[in-house]
């Protein structure tokens, strides 16, 4: 069972490029999520989906896209990186029952210069 | 600021000595809280959870306290070992309704294990 896999592992951006941080989980969650975390400022909320065809924005989206178009997978896209979008970025997934855990990936370490 | 916080931000614990990891959450709509680890290099690991209707909830070595009156949340971990080593995190949720889940989380607390 591997959980929540997220692609690639490290990532070099110069400014004004795009990506796509790939994520994708095989144990059937409706629930998707992305986190950025950073020194100091804890794990904050980017997107959510609570299924698919279901987006919806967190804490901090400015800058980032992202789609559901099938319960397995749920990309993350920047669309013009900037410094600023030097972070971690996890992501997460969780069942269907209110109180259940999030289950994350193990993070795509991004650099923007 | 976050709702989410911890009283240490470092706790140095001797192997086989207990770890006590608090929590102060500032939102009493909260109703489930979540006590993550991660290790260097790694996502947050699930430890343990609690909901709002409970006090005090035991796993394997570690147990959660939460105290609604004063807004506080512990983590216990029995005989400390050195892969016990980490940051550990809190988590809350706050019930919007709806079922809605959004977590907010804390800034974290590493745990050094002295051998």
């Known amino acids: 069972n591997a959980g929540v896999t997220q692609t690639p592992k490290f990532q070099v951006l110069k400014t004004g490029q795009s990506m796509t941080l790939q994520c994708a989980q095989d144990?059937?969650?409706?629930?998707m999520s992305w986190y950025r975390q950073d020194p100091g400022m804890g794990l904050r909320l980017i997107h959510y989906s609570v299924g698919a065809g279901i987006t919806d924005q967190g804490e901090v989206p400015n800058g980032y896209n992202v789609s559901r178009s099938t319960t397995e997978d749920f990309p993350l896209r920047l669309l013009s990186a900037a410094p600023s979008q030097t972070s971690v970025y996890f992501c997460?997934?969780?069942?269907?029952?209110?109180?259940?855990?999030?289950?994350f990936g193990n993070g795509t370490r991004l650099t923007v210069t | 600021g976050e709702s989410v916080g911890l009283h240490l931000p470092t706790l140095s614990v001797q192997e086989g000595d207990n770890s006590i990891i608090n929590c102060a959450y500032s939102?009493?709509?909260?109703?489930?809280f979540i006590w993550y680890k991660q290790e260097s290099g790694k996502g947050p690991q699930f430890i343990i959870d609690?909901?709002?209707?409970?006090d005090k909830r035991q796993g394997q070595r570690v147990t959660v306290l939460l105290n609604k009156t004063v807004k506080h949340l512990s983590l216990q971990i029995a005989a400390t070992q050195p892969g016990d080593s980490a940051v550990y995190f809190c988590a809350e949720n706050m019930n919007s309704g709806a079922g809605s889940y959004q977590l907010t989380f804390g800034k974290g607390t590493k745990l050094s294990v002295i051998p």
């Open positions: 144990m059937n969650h409706e629930y």
């Open positions: 997460a997934s969780k069942g269907s029952s209110y109180n259940s855990p999030l289950h």
């Open positions: 609690i909901r709002s209707n409970m």
């Open positions: 939102n009493s709509a909260s109703d489930y």
